[in-house]
């Protein structure tokens, strides 16, 4: 495969750059030292920083909630050393058919009950094929009926794939990055990196908003995640919703028994992504299942503004409504 093709997308500093000065990049562009600088800031410093920037930028207290819905699960031809639905790894997913619009019109309907704002639809292809394209702009148009925003998540998407979403009502399109260029052959052989950068520059051209954001946990440095960081802060413009996700370690993935990140190594990836992209939604995402209460409370307060609601991610679990709703009360935080 040809994914370990060495990647230099971020410009590089002038070498004069002292480690003070690079945490006041110019010009909003971030090298992956200064943002490794900004990992390195004594943790207090750091959140106090972000909660500054979130403070200028959001409600601090008002968390977005989308609800994740897998329209296509399992069976993916992609090897994502992470991901459960691959054919590549054994773990007792099963392959399904695209669902139909009266199934998903349900879950739709139950996610706006429960007080989700976004409806996010996920399916397990490494592209979709343009008859695909056509079924989901049907549970696109039953979303967006409910008066929900839409959100898919679906592999790669050409350039007219793209704009058939954005004319359907797609507000926003999730396709992460997932880690740093350097990180992500050992994590992806069947894609490289400039194909999600080309995908994001579709979605970006036809008019959608951009959710991308990636896993922490996998076994990467503090380097890669600040690579990872860079990358997408450096969009122009930066996303406008950034998942940061801890993985989810599922039996018969290759990263299954990965050594546990630190939670506050966690809360550091927050408050950096929420300074580096200052008016994103950066959601806490997957992971809080086996997250304390006191560590989601630390990323609400390091900038995160946005979580998956409902008792499932795509395959894995999340928290119930009601627990959520519990932390919402103890911390005082509204849903937008
Ligand atoms: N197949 C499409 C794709 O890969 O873009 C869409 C669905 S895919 C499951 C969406 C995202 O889920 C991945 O990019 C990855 O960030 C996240 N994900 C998958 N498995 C995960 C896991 N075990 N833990 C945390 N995040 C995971
Ligand atoms: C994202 O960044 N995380 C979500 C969503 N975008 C599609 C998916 C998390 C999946 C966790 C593993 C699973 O449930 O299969
Ligand atoms: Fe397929 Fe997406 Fe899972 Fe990769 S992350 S195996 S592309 S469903």
Redesign the pocket.
């Known amino acids: 495969m040809t994914a370990t093709r060495p990647i230099h997308l971020v410009r590089p500093e002038p070498a004069s750059r002292q480690p003070e000065a690079a945490l006041h990049p110019t010009a909003e562009r971030w090298s992956v030292e200064a943002v490794e600088a900004l990992f390195e800031l004594p943790f207090n410093d750091l959140l106090f920083r972000a909660q500054q920037v979130h403070r200028e930028h959001f409600d601090a207290n008002a968390v977005q909630r989308s609800t994740?819905l897998s329209i296509k699960t399992g069976g993916c031809p992609e090897d994502c050393a992470y991901c459960?639905?691959s054919v590549h790894h054994d773990t007792g997913v099963e392959a399904d058919k695209l669902m139909d619009v009266a199934e998903v019109r349900a879950a739709a309907q139950a996610a706006a009950a429960a007080g989700a704002s976004r409806f996010?639809m996920?399916a397990a292809w490494r592209e979709p094929k343009d008859r695909d394209i056509d079924k989901v702009v049907e549970l696109v148009r039953e979303v967006k009926a409910l008066g929900l925003e839409a959100c898919c998540?679906l592999g790669m998407l050409t350039r007219p794939q793209a704009q058939a979403l954005k004319d359907a009502g797609v507000d926003y399109y999730?396709h992460?990055l997932d880690t740093a260029p350097e990180a992500y052959g050992r994590i992806i052989g069947t894609r490289v990196y400039e194909d999600r950068l080309a995908t994001l520059a579709h979605v970006r051209e036809a008019g959608m908003q951009v959710c991308s954001?990636g896993i922490v946990g996998m076994g990467e440095n503090r380097r890669e995640r600040a690579g990872l960081i860079a990358q997408l802060a450096n969009l122009d413009p930066h996303p406008e919703s950034v998942?940061i996700?801890e993985l989810?370690q599922v039996e018969g993935t290759p990263l299954a028994g990965s050594d546990k990140l630190d939670p506050f190594e966690f809360v550091r990836m927050i408050a950096v992504a929420r300074i580096t992209m200052p008016g994103a939604y950066v959601r806490l995402?997957?992971g809080r299942q086996a997250m304390g209460d006191a560590v989601q409370a630390l990323c609400f307060l390091a900038g995160a503004n946005s979580i998956?609601y409902g008792d499932k991610?795509?395959?894995?679990g999340n928290p119930e409504v009601a627990r959520d709703e519990a932390l919402f009360e103890r911390l005082g935080l509204s849903a937008v």
């Not at 991610?313 to 894995?316: Q, R």
Request: hydrophobic content about 30%; some cysteine.
């Open positions: 994740l459960p639905q996010c996920g998540t999730n992460n954001g998942p996700n989810v995402s997957a998956f991610l795509l395959t894995t």
